[in-house]
């Protein structure tokens, strides 16, 4: 019998089935509200300013392509750390890895995890990005939700929030998202940070905090402002940080695992194990863009015209979302949708069904995921008219 005689692929997650249909779909006028990338107005992913430049100084200067460490390149590590972290937490006491993307910074991540305490259970926001879950599922990882997003109100279940977490147990991990929750656009204050981290400590239980979109909430210190003052509170933390998004770097996978712990030595001992989770599994992490990050963020030049680049792209989105807030109020002759202007970064949750947002797809050529997520990075001035139409009609 061949090996793969009666072999099924699993199904593709939500997003990459709106992405698949979204590229099937003919219609002149369809408008891509779904997988999380940034777009100009003319729906181009661009390249960066900087990153151009770091890049043609990297092809101009570089005289090999030898090896790098397992775990990355260790000035990588302390660009992206001091970027996220900044004086939070004493550099002793981090331990960091170079991964493919953020993806493969959460895999690391929940890998060690495992293998610190295989019985670990991770808490995970409901709802959450469905990567995720399905990478605890693959790990067979035990994962439970919390809650935290009410869609009655398009704000945080505060009480439920911190009920949940009061009911986690020592040694079980609680998936943060650092700004920008992914999907709800919902995000913690500097309280509910603190809130956490009184919890985390009295229950015993350790904060992983997943950062995707540092720069696209408020800026870039004040997206990790809660982020740090978690970390500074609590013994031992995990975040797992992503370049895709605000450096442009999507194609070329740039990720970073961060692992506080409670002392210097533990955290020798889990750098030297992060290593070999690399060694397990691709040997040597990506190495080009990493490089270019650590380019812009050690040139002070390339920083500011980083920041400026990025903060550009956050005003973009920022325009789309209050102009679709309001065309969804003329529309819908209601406040309804006045939630919107209080989410962050590139999404917000609708409350759409999954037969609505079916509906709006196949007779309005508007694509968003199937439990209402938009990407408001995917509308330009001209589609927010349509768009609101096309939900204020369908959503009622
Ligand atoms: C998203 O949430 O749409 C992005 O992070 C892309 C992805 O890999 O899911």
Same mark, same amino acid.
């Given at each position: 019998?061949?090996?793969?005689?009666? %072999?099924?692929?699993?199904?593709?997650?939500?997003? $990459?089935?709106?992405?698949?249909?979204?590229?099937?779909?003919?219609?002149? +006028?369809?408008? +891509?509200?779904?997988?999380?990338?940034?777009?100009?107005?003319?729906?181009?992913?661009?390249?960066?300013?900087?990153?151009?430049?770091?890049?043609?100084?990297?092809?101009?200067?570089?005289?090999?392509?030898?090896?790098? !460490?397992?775990?990355?390149?260790? &000035?990588? %590590?302390?660009?992206? #750390?001091? $970027?996220?972290?900044?004086?939070?937490?004493?550099?002793?006491?981090?331990?960091? $890895?170079?991964?493919?993307?953020?993806?493969?910074?959460?895999?690391?991540?929940?890998?060690?995890?495992?293998?610190?305490?295989?019985?670990?259970?991770?808490?995970?926001? =409901?709802?959450?990005? /469905?990567?995720?879950?399905?990478?605890?599922?693959?790990?067979?990882?035990? @994962?439970?939700?919390?809650?935290?997003?009410?869609?009655?109100?398009?704000?945080?279940?505060?009480?439920?929030?911190?009920?949940?977490?009061?009911?986690?147990?020592? !040694?079980?991990?609680?998936?943060? %998202?650092?700004?920008?929750?992914?999907?709800?656009?919902?995000?913690?204050?500097?309280?509910?940070?603190?809130?956490?981290?009184?919890?985390?400590?009295?229950?015993?239980?350790?904060?992983?905090?997943?950062?995707?979109?540092?720069?696209?909430?408020?800026?870039?210190?004040?997206?990790?402002?809660?982020?740090?003052?978690?970390?500074?509170?609590?013994?031992?933390?995990?975040?797992?940080?992503?370049?895709?998004?605000?450096?442009?770097?999507?194609?070329?996978?740039?990720?970073?695992?961060?692992?506080?712990?409670?002392?210097?030595?533990?955290?020798?001992?889990?750098?030297? &194990?992060?290593? @070999?989770?690399?060694?397990?599994?691709?040997?040597?992490?990506?190495? %080009?863009?990493? #490089?270019?990050? &650590?380019?812009?963020?050690?040139? =002070?030049?390339?920083? =500011?015209?980083?920041?400026?680049?990025?903060?550009?792209?956050?005003?973009?989105?920022?325009?789309?979302?209050?102009?679709?807030?309001?065309?969804?109020?003329?529309? *819908?002759?209601?406040?309804?949708?006045?939630?919107?202007?209080?989410?962050?970064?590139?999404? &917000?949750? $609708? /409350?759409?069904?999954?037969?609505?947002?079916?509906?709006?797809?196949?007779?309005?050529?508007?694509?968003?995921?199937?439990?209402? #997520?938009?990407?408001?990075?995917?509308?330009?001035?001209?589609?927010?008219?349509?768009?609101?139409?096309?939900?204020? *009609?369908?959503?009622?």
């Amino acid at each position: 019998m061949p090996l793969f005689a009666s %072999h099924q692929a699993p199904t593709p997650d939500k997003i $990459l089935r709106v992405m698949q249909a979204f590229r099937e779909d003919e219609r002149p +006028d369809k408008i +891509d509200l779904g997988v999380g990338v940034y777009r100009t107005p003319d729906g181009k992913t661009p390249i960066l300013r900087a990153v151009k430049t770091a890049e043609q100084r990297l092809i101009d200067g570089q005289t090999t392509k030898g090896y790098v !460490g397992l775990a990355g390149d260790p &000035t990588f %590590h302390t660009a992206v #750390r001091d $970027l996220v972290l900044g004086p939070a937490v004493p550099a002793e006491r981090i331990a960091a $890895l170079a991964t493919p993307g953020g993806t493969g910074a959460v895999r690391q991540a929940f890998e060690l995890v495992k293998l610190a305490r295989p019985a670990a259970r991770v808490w995970t926001s =409901a709802p959450t990005w /469905p990567n995720h879950e399905a990478i605890l599922d693959t790990l067979a990882m035990p @994962w439970r939700p919390y809650r935290y997003y009410c869609p009655e109100t398009g704000g945080i279940d505060r009480a439920g929030l911190l009920e949940d977490l009061s009911r986690t147990e020592t !040694g079980d991990v609680v998936l943060l %998202h650092g700004c920008c929750h992914n999907p709800t656009g919902a995000d913690l204050t500097l309280d509910d940070w603190d809130a956490i981290a009184t919890i985390l400590n009295a229950r015993g239980a350790v904060p992983m905090v997943d950062l995707a979109y540092q720069g696209f909430g408020q800026g870039v210190e004040t997206d990790v402002a809660g982020l740090r003052r978690l970390v500074s509170a609590v013994p031992e933390a995990l975040i797992t940080v992503s370049a895709s998004k605000n450096f442009g770097l999507y194609r070329d996978r740039v990720g970073l695992v961060l692992t506080v712990c409670d002392t210097a030595r533990a955290a020798t001992a889990v750098q030297g &194990t992060l290593a @070999w989770l690399n060694r397990q599994s691709y040997a040597f992490p990506p190495d %080009h863009g990493a #490089r270019v990050v &650590t380019e812009i963020l050690g040139d =002070a030049s390339l920083r =500011a015209d980083w920041e400026a680049e990025l903060d550009g792209m956050r005003e973009r989105v920022v325009a789309m979302r209050l102009a679709l807030s309001d065309a969804l109020r003329a529309e *819908s002759g209601s406040d309804r949708f006045s939630f919107l202007q209080a989410h962050n970064g590139m999404f &917000t949750l $609708l /409350p759409a069904t999954s037969d609505q947002v079916a509906t709006l797809r196949r007779d309005h050529a508007v694509y968003m995921i199937d439990d209402g #997520r938009i990407n408001l990075a995917g509308l330009t001035p001209d589609t927010v008219a349509p768009a609101a139409r096309a939900i204020a *009609s369908v959503l009622g």
